[in-house]
């Protein structure tokens, strides 16, 4: 287990990053190109919007992908005047350049992955999963006391991202993404309560 940026074998994930944000808080305006942006929304409501105005809100259990593409210029925040929000964001390289700008959002509901992970986002087209637009498979499943997780050894190297709280790897907590090196196998388990892991590769 490394506490190392996380990193995959053909260093498709630039970054994760699991962010808190006050009632009405925000993220700067910026320009994003050739970049694809993943967030699961783990609590409250997350806003994205461009300079075209269009964009999305979001709620607990949905996946948003953000394709920046040949360029877009957005705005990201928490829309609610009152709840706090807190999001898991991933940044991909897109499997091809000069892409389209756009947007597409599905939810999933918790009892989906209870038993086992659900595929959430691929880069293969398929019904119900989010087109990542880029060459990772992610994964949500739910680790609670009574159902802990063996993530199988896989030839990638595989991140675990806590979306909800803290999850216990191989024996340590952790609240931040954890690389599970190609070729090992993890065992995921909470202490406390249902936490949604992703799981990335």
């Not at 999933?108 to 637009?133: D, H, K, R, T, Y």
Request: with cysteine; charged share 15%.
């Amino acid at each position: 287990m490394s506490n190392d940026p996380p990193t995959a074998s053909n260093n498709v994930v630039q970054s994760i990053a699991v962010l808190r944000v006050d009632a009405g808080g925000a993220i700067a305006e910026r320009t994003e190109r050739e970049v694809v942006l993943l967030t699961w929304v783990a609590e409250g409501s997350w806003g994205v919007r461009d300079s075209f105005n269009n964009g999305a809100t979001v709620f607990p259990g949905d996946l948003l992908r953000v394709t920046a593409g040949t360029g877009l210029t957005i705005t990201e925040q928490n829309p609610s005047a009152t709840e706090p929000a807190r999001i898991v964001q991933l940044r991909l390289r897109p499997n091809q350049q000069g892409l389209i700008p756009g947007y597409e959002v599905r939810n999933f509901f918790p009892e989906e992955m209870e038993l086992e992970p659900l595929l959430i986002a691929s880069e293969n087209l398929q019904g119900g999963v989010v087109n990542a637009c880029a060459s990772v498979q992610m994964f949500a499943v739910l680790i609670t006391p009574a159902h802990s997780h063996q993530l199988a050894a896989d030839s990638v190297p595989q991140i675990i991202v806590p979306a909800e709280g803290e999850v216990v790897v191989d024996g340590i907590k952790t609240q931040t993404a954890v690389t599970i090196p190609a070729g090992k196998q993890s065992l995921i388990e909470s202490l406390l309560g249902g936490v949604v892991v992703l799981i990335i590769r």
